[in-house]
């Protein structure tokens, strides 16, 4: 079984709008539907889990069923966490204790979790992804740095430079095998989890084997104003 999880629970606090900017609506629909219909769109999806305020699931549904992707695919909604990870984390959850019920999930079974406000994303990069799975534990897109790389130790002066063509900047959507990346995430709890910024970082600390794949600069992020507008455009 591959599940998609669509993370829907963000409230967007860098961008002036109403309503949390994954449901400004652009066209008619959603950002959130265009992010869940490219999930839906993929061969290698069978369902999607949602990460939403009960406020707003209903209207998911609604919009789904408006933009005619099929709403049996919608497998259900999970709480969001405390913050990205703890979303993820509850969707994992819920979904391994529903697999629970029909005998347990198997090894090859996978998640692929991508943001509400990328709703660019392509069927070419979710296949690429899927792809490239074969003998790893996931798999995560990624842009190479185009200008140089500094570090700095105390964000006042320089301490050393990095090796930008070894320096990638990661993408969503991200690829794992179901069953390590739970325990992944279950070893974090129940402080670790919420100092996460990237869904990977779990996999990579508990030593899963995760493949690169080339990214996408047209799947960006919706983050401020200048994004909404270039969304529009």
Sequence with gaps: MNTGILLSGGKGTRINTEVPKQYVRVNGNMIVTYSLEAIMKSAYIDC???????????????????????????????????????????AIKDILDIAAVNGGADNDDTVLIHDAARPLLTTTLIDRCYDAL??????????????????????????????????????APELFKIKPYYEANKALLPDRINTVNGASEPAVMYGMDIALVAGDEGNYKITTDADMERFRK
């Design 134 to 171: 074969p003998g790893h534990d996931g798999v995560m897109p990624v842009l190479p740095m185009k200008d140089t790389v500094y570090l700095s130790e105390d964000g006042d002066r320089i301490s050393g430079l990095l090796d930008r063509s070894k320096v990638y900047a990661g993408q």
């Design 48 to 90: 999607v889990r949602i990460v939403a305020e009960e406020e707003w699931q209903e209207k998911i549904v609604e919009d789904a069923g408006l933009m005619g992707l099929d709403e049996e695919r919608i497998s259900g909604f999970s709480i969001p966490g405390k913050n990205r990870q703890g979303s993820i984390y509850n």
